[in-house]
């Protein structure tokens, strides 16, 4: 059998070229998703960035931690406490003490994520005068970057600054220097400070202060913004390769188990004979078996190749998309090799066993065969085998719907549930094909010609064929539509919420995050013909089943304005019943009966039994929570809604609310436009991690579309020369053969798109159970361009060998002649 192998595999490389690009392409994707994760399973700690100069930083209370029966469990806090006004004292006494303030500024053809701090920091970087002098008055700053020259004066959200110098940064931020006053006006809240003084005697002066931080060192980094963010894009990024990793496995397994059964049943035949001239069946199913295993061994060690060559590449690309650090870069690992190489070779094994099973049933009978008519197209296993897949993922879906619709809208289920109904509808194929092939070429078999009638005829006869050409198409446009239809259909249903909560006529939103001031918010108050709701942006913690501290964001708001200007979506209470002495919560809490008291953690760390007020539906998972101002202490009023009263003129009053904002920074838009500015979008990184899985789908379909068009076609050598032979010309032959080819895609691109329609529509079921009504949101622009290209690159893999069949003459081909 060895020897009959090889010389199958010289005869047929044809057959095995497909299967052995797309397994070597499997495996070059494998390996290198794998040397992406293994470079960054451990991020390298980034030294201090402001504070590397600094000789001491003291930091108040960042961080909540709670004990629990399994060990304590932390959270950041979302106001950070300042050091107490005792402890500062206590420091002033040891040596210079230089308080630090971080804020976002806006500025006229600045760059987006400008930060302002005060000037007396920056010799802790340390940042250097380039050009000009230290600022000295309120509207004097100094600038790092060349976005600004000394002597230009610039708008900013914070009034006009004339820039008097430049510093010469070490490139981490794009930084504007005011003096400590000025700094301290746009920014009151100083969380840390920098001690000139000795670290032991720092230590000694707050050791009695509760959570007070003092950081040396490396340890100093922690004062920078977002110390984390590494190892955060990390995490981000191992989740998007780890995605495309799973679905590079589920399609290679796919394409490749596909292309062994659409082999093997063309070669039924060839088996026949085999079995004839008494080889058993066994024989047959080592040889085919055999055959995958010098495909796989090839392919792997062809893919760790290419895979070890492609990683850089992948490595600049995430750095230039900025999906990664800028230090990321491939290291030296070598278990992703392994795993790639020994996952290509099982794939290839795994691919064939079944076509194997079905190869060494084939009887000697089989060799007069001359019908090509597919009279068993699919195997009882098979059969079954689809069908319990489908009554599995139905079960799955009702049970989900049934018990925990929120469940369906997370992000690993709505990537994880389509294979299920993928896989079942590809098995299922064959039987699903024929119908709808004859309905689409219904029209086409009704015009004048024979051309509509044989496309159908062929089509609906070829059920394998059909099957093995529409199913990658399947694949493909399942997935499209299942990726981003659910996102679409999020974000729509997210941006609905966001409409339907919001009566307010205008909203004044604040530019920085100092938020407004007490003075402007009396200001907006006394606007004639109006009534506001001002809100603060914090955050509560709870304790969920003694053991999860979980983190909720949270609003903090006046009832009775609030009323007037907001529609919650509750479930049970009133927005009115909110006092400083309760909260309103939504349904996905522990505890959300109205009435019931829960222990909570403010946002500046301190310990509440607060009363529920009202209950909210669950919805998209964004609802949050709703306390009292005096339950957020320290937070900025960063938002102000707006009802217009009986009768009031709506530009006169958007006129008043700007004259009362007086250079604060603030912005006053109309309700729609609030709406459009807060559209929920899905996250960058989860948008590329999806457009890499469509784009190796693709890739993985156009390799299966045209190795099984390029057997199909050149396995049609006598078929094209009888059609010849009845008097049809060389055009009209290509022309059936495009259209056969144009009308299976379409039918896989119908499958796909059934597919698609069903999980989108489980989704709209769990979206509507969580109270949120919203359309399903098919991507069909996205759809219609994957149909598009595998419907140009299906009709140039079917028209080309069968042109270059035609090149020979009828008779010859007739007769069989090779």
């Known amino acids: ?10 005869t047929r490389w044809v057959t095995f070229v497909g299967s052995f690009v797309a397994l070597s392409l499997g495996v070059a994707l494998i390996a290198v998703m794998g040397l992406a994760l293994a470079s960054s399973l451990d991020a390298p700690e980034r030294g201090p960035e402001r504070f590397a100069a600094a000789p001491v930083v003291v930091r108040g209370q960042d961080t909540l931690r709670v004990p629990t029966s399994i060990g304590e469990r932390d959270q950041k806090l979302a106001q950070p406490r300042a050091v107490p006004a005792d402890a500062v004292a206590r420091l002033r006494d040891l040596g210079t003490v230089v308080q630090d303030r971080s804020f976002a500024v806006r500025a006229q053809g600045g760059p987006a994520d400008l930060v302002g701090h005060p000037w007396p920091t920056a010799a802790f970087a340390p940042y250097r005068l380039a050009a000009g002098r230290a600022p000295a008055a309120a509207d004097e700053v100094v600038v790092s970057g060349d976005w600004a020259r000394p002597g230009a004066r610039v708008r900013t959200d914070g009034g006009a600054v004339r820039i008097v110098g430049a510093v010469a940064g070490p490139g981490f931020e794009n930084a504007v220097f005011y003096t400590a006053a000025r700094a301290a006006e746009l920014s009151p809240r100083s969380p840390q400070l920098v001690v000139d003084a000795d670290p032991a005697a720092v230590r000694e002066a707050v050791r009695g202060d509760e959570g007070v931080q003092v950081l040396t060192g490396d340890a100093r980094r922690y004062a920078d913004a977002d110390p984390d963010r590494d190892r955060e ?68 060690a062809a893919g760790c190749a290419l895979g070890s060559r492609a990683a850089p590449g992948l490595a600049e690309w995430a750095v230039d998309e900025r999906l990664a650090p800028g230090w990321f870069a491939i290291g030296d690992h070598a278990w992703p090799f392994h795993a790639a ?89 064959p039987a699903l094909v024929r119908r709808p092939t004859r309905l689409i070429a219904w029209l086409p078999s009704r015009l004048p010609g024979a051309g509509g009638m044989l496309a159908r005829e062929n089509a609906a006869a070829g059920v394998r064929r059909t099957a093995a050409v529409a199913a990658p198409v399947l694949v493909t446009v399942a997935l499209a539509g299942s990726l981003l239809g659910a996102t679409a259909t999020l974000d729509e249903a997210r941006a609905t919420e966001v409409r ?60 009775r304005p609030f009323a007037a200007t907001a529609r919650l979506p509750l479930a049970a209470g009133t927005v009115t019943a909110l006092d400083d002495d309760s909260i309103i919560v939504n349904e996905e809490w522990e505890k959300h009966t109205v009435g019931e008291r829960v222990d909570v953690w403010l946002g500046d760390g301190t310990r509440r039994s607060l009363r529920i007020a ?43 609310l700007r004259q009362a904002l007086r250079g604060s920074g603030g912005e006053v838009v109309t309700r729609d436009a609030w709406v459009r500015a807060m559209d929920p979008q899905t996250d960058r990184t989860t948008r590329m991690g999806f457009f890499l899985v469509l784009g190796i789908a693709l890739l993985y379909t156009g390799i299966s579309l045209a190795n099984t068009m ?64 919203t359309s399903v949101e098919m991507p069909w622009a996205t759809l219609a361009a994957v149909l598009g290209a595998c419907a140009v690159l299906a009709v140039i893999s079917a028209v080309v060998p069968a042109g270059l069949l035609l090149r020979r003459s009828a008779v010859d081909a007739g007769a069989g002649k090779r």
């Open 1 to 10: 059998m060895l020897s009959t192998t090889l010389c199958t595999l010289r």
């Open 233 to 300: 894009a990390l995490t981000a990024m191992n989740a998007m390769f780890g995605t495309a990793g799973g679905v590079t496995g589920f399609v290679s397994v796919f394409v490749v188990a596909s292309t062994f059964a659409f082999t093997v049943a063309q070669r039924r035949r060839e088996f026949g004979l085999l079995r004839t001239a008494g080889a058993t069946p066994g024989q047959i199913r080592r040889m085919v078996v055999c055959e995958a295993l010098a495909v796989g061994v090839l392919a792997s």
């Open 341 to 429: 190489f020994w996952t290509g070779l099982s794939v290839a094994l795994c691919g064939v066993l079944a076509a194997s099973w079905r190869a060494g049933r084939t009887g000697p009978a089989e060799a007069l065969r001359e019908a090509s008519v597919d009279a068993r197209p699919m195997t009882r296993g098979r059969r079954l085998f689809g069908a319990a897949l489908l009554v599995a993922a139905a079960v799955t879906l009702v049970w989900a719907l049934a018990t925990n619709p929120g469940e369906l809208l997370q992000r690993k289920t709505y990537v994880s549930r389509p294979m299920l109904l993928i896989t079942a509808v590809a098995l299922l194929a």
């Open 500 to 559: 339907e909560r919001t009566a307010a006529d205008l909203v004044v939103t604040s530019a920085g995050d100092a938020g407004f001031d007490a003075a402007t918010v009396r200001r907006l108050r006394g606007v004639s013909g109006v009534e506001v709701s001002p809100s603060s942006s914090s955050a509560v913690y709870v304790l969920e089943d003694g053991v999860a501290l979980v983190r909720s964001e949270a609003r903090a708001v006046e009832p």
């Open 614 to 656: 009202a209950v909210m539906t669950v919805g998209t998972g964004d609802n949050g929570v709703y306390v009292t101002p005096r339950n957020a202490v320290g937070a900025p009023v960063d938002r102000v809604e707006a009802r217009l009263a009986d009768g009031a003129d709506v530009h006169a009053v958007a006129t008043g």
């Open 710 to 773: 390029v057997m199909a076609t050149s396995d049609r050598s006598r078929e094209l020369a009888v059609l010849r032979l009845a008097g049809a010309t060389r055009w009209q032959v290509l022309r059936l053969v495009g259209a056969e080819a144009l009308m299976v895609v379409v039918v896989g691109g119908l499958l796909g798109a059934l597919v698609a329609g069903l999980e989108l529509v489980g989704m709209w079921g769990a979206l509507g159970l969580c109270s949120v009504w």
